[in-house]
C-alpha cells in the first residue's frame, strides 16, 4: 500500500471520529484535534504530513464540497450517507477540486478502493456514481 493510500485512510479515520463526537471544522479546533489523534492512535509518521494537508484543506472547504456531493448524490443528504461513505467522497472530491497534483482519476480509483476495505459491497457503485457526476462537472 503506498503512502499516499494510507495517508488517505489516515484521514477517513480522524473524519470518522471528528463526526461521531460532532465537532467543529475550526482551523485551531482541528490542529489541536488532529495532534491527539496522532499522539494517541497508532499512525504512521511518514502518512501524516499528507493526510494533514487533507484534513485541513477538505475543513477549510467542507461547506462547498458537501454542496456538491448533494447536488450529485440525488435524492441524498450528506447526513443520510454512512459516516465511512460521507467521508471517502469528501477526501477524493478535496483531491480532485484542490490536489493540483493528484489527477482526478486517481482520487476516484482510491476512493473506490478505500470504500472496498472500510464500507459495505453496495458502496463502491455509490461512490463511483458520485464521484464520476462530479468529475464530469469539474471537467465540462
Not at 29 to 54: C, G, H, M, R, W
Amino acid at each position: 500500500m503506498g503512502l499516499r493510500r494510507k495517508s488517505r485512510e489516515l484521514a477517513l479515520q480522524f473524519f470518522y471520529g471528528h463526526d461521531f463526537q460532532v465537532r467543529s471544522c475550526d482551523a485551531q479546533a482541528v490542529a489541536i484535534e488532529l495532534e491527539e489523534f496522532i499522539t494517541n492512535f497508532d499512525t504512521k509518521k511518514k502518512s501524516v504530513p499528507y493526510a494533514t494537508q487533507i484534513i485541513e484543506g477538505l475543513c477549510a472547504h467542507i461547506q462547498e464540497i458537501d454542496d456538491l456531493l448533494v447536488k450529485h448524490a440525488q435524492n441524498w443528504r450528506i447526513e443520510r450517507m454512512s459516516v465511512v461513505d460521507r467521508n471517502v467522497l469528501r477526501i477524493a472530491a478535496y483531491e480532485m477540486l484542490y490536489s493540483d497534483d493528484v489527477p482526478a482519476q486517481v482520487a476516484i480509483n482510491e476512493a473506490l478502493e478505500i470504500a472496498k476495505r472500510y464500507s459495505t459491497p453496495d458502496a463502491v457503485a455509490f461512490v463511483n456514481g458520485i464521484l464520476d457526476a462530479l468529475q464530469e462537472k469539474i471537467t465540462s
